[in-house]
C-alpha cells in the first residue's frame, strides 16, 4: 500500500508542474473553438439547404414528367385526329387559322395494260 500512496502523491495535483497561457494564446484556443461552432452551424445550415433543394427538385422532375406524358399523348391525339381527318376528307391541308380544309390535287394513276 506504501506504493500506491507514493504513486497517488507522485500524480497529485500539487506535483505536476502548470503553465498559465497568456493573452495571445487563450485567445487561438478560443478563436479554434469559435471556428468550430461556426463549422458546425454552417454544415447545419447548408445541410437543411440543400434537403429542401432536392425536394424542388422532386417537384420539378415530377412536373416535367407530367408535361412529357402529356406531350407524347398529344402528338398521339393528333396522329388519330389526322388520320380520322384523311379518312373522312380525304388528303389535304388544315389552314389553321381559316379553318377551311383544302384537298390535295389527285394525281392521276397510269393503268395498267394488259
Known sequence: MAEDSKL???FSQENLETVKFGEDEMKKVK???QTYIDAQNAIGS???T???LEQQLTGL???IEDWEKKFVDTQQGERDFVDAITKKYGVG???PGTGVYTLA???A???KSE
Open 105 to 107: 390535287p389527285q394525281v
Open 109 to 111: 394513276t397510269p393503268e
Open 50 to 52: 440543400r434537403i429542401r
Open 8 to 10: 497517488a502523491e507522485k
Open 61 to 63: 422532375t415530377e412536373s
Open 46 to 48: 447548408l445541410s437543411l
Open 31 to 33: 478563436d479554434f473553438q
Open 93 to 95: 391541308s388544315l389552314d
